[in-house]
């Protein structure tokens, strides 16, 4: 009877300063679906914004994986922790420079995400991601190019063992050295050419390799 007394209480106190609503679906499905006026009743109501949901994430990952600028403008303004990590130790930061989104990037980043550029390249790399937004991004807040991964290949290297032309274009233009070797003393362009790869070979050598 109490607890009745003290939720109805907070609901004609919340309605008198004119506060959204209870909430009518889960905070998962209004971040699901982008529905910004129940975010904002969660919001107001004291749904955990931190919190990780079924899929590992927490709202702020949601906003920025799925684009949406303002919702993600409105979990900052509310305080959500900038730097929250998902399942698997990913910032929403991460999502947003991984995923070619520069201007959530941009404003998580004056919010006071923090960025490791260099890491992130070898990941974008090792994962395929070929958008040039991605590697100029990181490239500009400075991510070292000729960084090496556990193996000992750079970025440059990793993209030309997977056959990826577009990513390997984009390094380069970046500023990759195309004279680089791998562990074992073999240069960028004698991988490309032991894999036959003749549109990789043709972009390192009209980039100075020999």
């Not at 109501?45 to 906003?63: E, I, K, T, Y």
């Not at 403008?73 to 070619?100: C, E, F, I, S, W």
């Not at 390997?168 to 991988?191: P, Q, R, Y």
Request: hydrophobic share 45%.
């Amino acid at each position: 009877m109490k607890t009745l007394r003290l939720t109805i209480l907070l609901t004609l106190l919340l309605t008198a300063c004119g506060a959204p609503e209870k909430p009518t679906i889960t905070l998962y499905l209004a971040m699901q679906r982008g529905d910004i006026e129940q975010i904002e009743r969660h919001i107001a109501w004291g749904s955990d914004m931190n919190q990780l949901d079924r899929d590992g994430f927490a709202p702020l990952h949601v906003a920025v994986r799925k684009g949406r600028l303002a919702i993600t403008r409105l979990l900052l303004k509310h305080g959500v922790d900038v730097n929250v990590q998902d399942a698997r130790g990913h910032t929403p930061m991460y999502h947003a420079v991984l995923g070619a989104r520069p201007r959530i990037a941009d404003l998580l980043l004056k919010s006071g995400a923090q960025i490791d550029a260099t890491a992130w390249l070898l990941d974008a790399a090792r994962k395929g991601i070929s958008e040039r937004e991605v590697i100029r991004y990181l490239a500009q807040h400075g991510a070292n190019l000729e960084a090496r991964d556990s193996k000992g290949d750079t970025p440059l290297l990793i993209a030309i063992r997977q056959g990826n032309h577009k990513l390997a274009k984009h390094l380069v233009n970046f500023g990759a050295d195309v004279t680089v070797t791998d562990a074992a003393g073999k240069t960028a362009l004698e991988i490309a050419k032991s894999l036959d790869l003749r549109d990789i070979a043709l972009l390192l050598q009209r980039n100075g390799a020999t």
